[in-house]
């Protein structure tokens, strides 16, 4: 059994660890609310600039423009949204598994646009020949500015050729317990279909818009910007699901340390009774032995 000093030491230190998660609980908890009003305020200006482009796919002759060139897929690169620290449970590899799942199912050639530390610790010490661009600790916010920076990158890397398609790799954030791993395309971009409305159903015709200058003009400049607005949108929830699951590992966290100062507090408390006993039936053996000595 421990010495009663060990367990004193063991329950000071856990209980030292416990205020430390339960802290780390409270500053996500409290970043996750902003980042959640963040995602929620984002989101109009995202669909609004969807449905003027689909209006647009649908006044334009093709060829609409560059970024929707259609090609065989060879080449592909991965933009890959990872953390730059830790202590957020499965978040980080769960993506990770499910990007290397895609690799394994698809006969491509692979290169990395890598964001974090951990994605970057991740495929450096599995595939360090594919990945093509790294930041580590480069941006402090990911406002942004960070994604036109992104999507300058990757929209140049497209239209030179070096690659066929362009992937984005992210955690979607669904709640503070569930952020399930998402891959989606963004280059090239595909033209939005037409949704059929039963002949049953009232039909909504869309509102008439006057666009100034051409179609051509137009998608040369929304289209960059509708990138920009997809990898912004993307590290919004990024970073709420990082803060969301750093909440959920922490607050467990605090739990099983709690957990565990009751199963050492238990351990301390029998071994202090056992001492006590013992000490009691040293000292009456001794009364005893004394005693009959005397007689």
């Known amino acids: 059994m421990l010495s009663l000093k060990l367990l004193r030491r063991r329950i000071a230190s856990v209980r030292s660890t416990q205020q430390i998660t339960r802290a780390m609980y409270m500053v996500s908890a409290a970043r996750l609310r902003r980042a959640q009003e963040r995602i929620i305020n984002a989101r109009p200006y995202a669909e609004k600039l969807r449905e003027v482009i689909t209006h647009l796919f649908e006044r334009a002759e093709r060829p609409y423009h560059p970024l929707m060139e259609p090609r065989e897929l060879r080449r592909v690169e991965i933009l890959l949204l990872s953390t730059e620290k830790g202590l957020c449970g499965s978040y980080n590899i769960n993506l990770f598994r499910e990007v290397e799942r895609l690799m394994a199912r698809e006969d491509w050639e692979v290169s990395f646009t890598i964001l974090g530390r951990k994605g970057w610790d991740y495929f450096r010490r599995r595939y ?36 066929d398609g362009v992937f984005l790799a992210y ?56 990138i920009e607005v997809m990898i912004h949108r993307a590290l919004l929830e990024h970073t709420a699901g990082e803060h969301g699951a750093r909440m959920t590992a922490m607050d467990n966290a605090t739990k099983n340390a709690e957990e565990l100062i009751e199963k050492l507090t238990l351990l301390y408390n029998k071994a202090r009774q056992a001492s006590i006993t013992k000490e009691v039936t040293e000292i009456s053996s001794t009364a005893e032995a004394l005693k009959a000595q005397r007689a």
């Open 128 to 163: 360090p020949e594919r990945i093509k661009r790294s930041y580590v600790e480069q941006f402090r916010h990911l406002d942004y500015e960070v994604a036109r920076t992104l999507a300058g990158e990757l929209i140049g890397d497209f239209l030179k050729g070096e690659v």
């Open 171 to 226: 955690n979607y954030f669904r709640s503070p317990l569930s952020q399930p791993p998402r891959i989606e395309r963004l280059l090239p971009l595909e033209v939005p279909e037409t949704e059929e409305v039963p002949l049953t159903e009232p039909i909504a015709f869309p509102v008439e818009h006057i666009y100034e200058p051409e179609p051509g003009e137009l998608f040369s400049r929304l289209l960059p910007r509708f």
